[in-house]
C-alpha cells in the first residue's frame, strides 16, 4: 500500500530524510528502520547504484516492491541520473520521482537538457528535481564553495518546470566527516524565492544539529548516502573482526544492516 508520491511526503512536513541504498539489504534496513521511527522515507537508487547492479529492473523492482510493503510511506526516487534512458526505465517502472543531473554543463544546456525529461516525467505524472550549481565530490574532488544564485535557481525553476531543485549551499558529496559549513543565510534566501521544494545533496558531512537548522531554514529533501554506508561498513567489520571465520555473507551483511536500521531511525527522528 505506501509507495506514495514524492510530493504527498514533502507537502506533508517540512523536511524528509532522502535515503540512498546500494543493494537489498540497505533497501530492507532503511524501509524497517523507517518504520521504527513512523517516518516516512524517501528511499533512493541512483544510477551508480544501478550500475553496480548492471540494470535498473532488478534492484528498482525489489525497493519498489519493498515500498509497496512497507507500514510508512515511502517514495522510490531515481538519483542522480545522467542518462535519459535511465530516466524513462524509472518512469516506466513505476518510481515515484526522478532527479535528472545535468549540472555539469552549462546553464544554457542544463535549461534544455532539464526540461526535455521535465516535461517526459510530467506527462507520466512523475516528480523531478533537478541540479543547479554543481554540488561537488562525487568524483572525489570536494568543492564546498559552489554555490547557488537565487534569480538564476528562480529562473531556473521557471524555464525547465521542475517540481525541485538540488543547490549549492555548502555541501559536497562523500564527506567522512561531518563538519561542512553550510550558509544558512542562503538557505533562507533561496527558500525565500524558489517557488518549489529545495534538496540539500551531500548531507553525510552535515553535523545533527545543523541539519535540524537546514530544515528549519527552508530545505525540504535530506539527501544522505555516505553515512549510512559507514554505518553498514563498521557493522560487517566488527562482525567479522568478531568472526574471522565467518563465510555465510547473511552473518555479516545482517550485522551490517542492523546497524544501519539503527542509524536510519536515528536521522529520521532528526526531521
Ligand atoms: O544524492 C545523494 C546525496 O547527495 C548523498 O550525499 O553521500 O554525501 O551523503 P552523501
Ligand atoms: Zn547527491
Known amino acids: 500500500m505506501p509507495l506514495v508520491p514524492t510530493t504527498d511526503i514533502l507537502a506533508a512536513r517540512r523536511g524528509c530524510g532522502a535515503l540512498n541504498a546500494i543493494g537489498a539489504e540497505h533497501v530492507t534496513a532503511i524501509i524497517e528502520g523507517a518504520e521504527a521511527a513512523d517516518s516516512p522515507v524517501i528511499l533512493q ?14 534492484i528498482g523492482s525489489a525497493a519498489l516492491a519493498a515500498a509497496r510493503a512497507a507500514k510508512v510511506d515511502v517514495a522510490v526516487h531515481l538519483d542522480h541520473a545522467e542518462s535519459p534512458e535511465l530516466v524513462r526505465e524509472a518512469v516506466a517502472l513505476g518510481f515515484s520521482s526522478v532527479m535528472f543531473d545535468a549540472s555539469k554543463l552549462d546553464y544554457a544546456e542544463n535549461v534544455a537538457a532539464t526540461r526535455e525529461i521535465a516535461e517526459l516525467c510530467q506527462v507520466n505524472g512523475v516528480w523531478v528535481e533537478a541540479e543547479l550549481g554543481e554540488v561537488g565530490g562525487k568524483d572525489g574532488v570536494h568543492a564546498p564553495g559552489a554555490r547557488t544564485d537565487p534569480g538564476e535557481a528562480v529562473e531556473f525553476v521557471a524555464a525547465t518546470g521542475v517540481d525541485a531543485l538540488a543547490v549549492a549551499v555548502g555541501t559536497s558529496h562523500a564527506m567522512l ?50 553515512q549510512l554506508n559507514k554505518e553498514f561498513t563498521a557493522g560487517v567489520r566488527a562482525f567479522l573482526d568478531e568472526n574471522p571465520a565467518a563465510v555465510d555473507p547473511r552473518k555479516y551483511l545482517g550485522a551490517g544492516r542492523d546497524r544501519l536500521r539503527a542509524e536510519v531511525t536515528r536521522l529520521l527522528g532528526l526531521f
Do not use: C, W
Not at 45 to 58: C, E, F, T
Not at 194 to 200: D, E
Not at 201 to 225: F, P, T
Open 177 to 226: 566527516t561531518r563538519d561542512a559549513a553550510l550558509d544558512f543565510e542562503l538557505i533562507a534566501a533561496l527558500h525565500a524565492v524558489v517557488p518549489v521544494p529545495l534538496v540539500l545533496h551531500g548531507s553525510s558531512g552535515v553535523a545533527d544539529g545543523d541539519l535540524v537548522e537546514a530544515v528549519r531554514a527552508g530545505m525540504a529533501k535530506i539527501n544522505i548516502a555516505t
Open 45 to 58: 537508487l541512483s544510477q551508480n547504484a544501478v550500475r553496480y547492479h548492471g540494470a535498473l529492473a532488478p
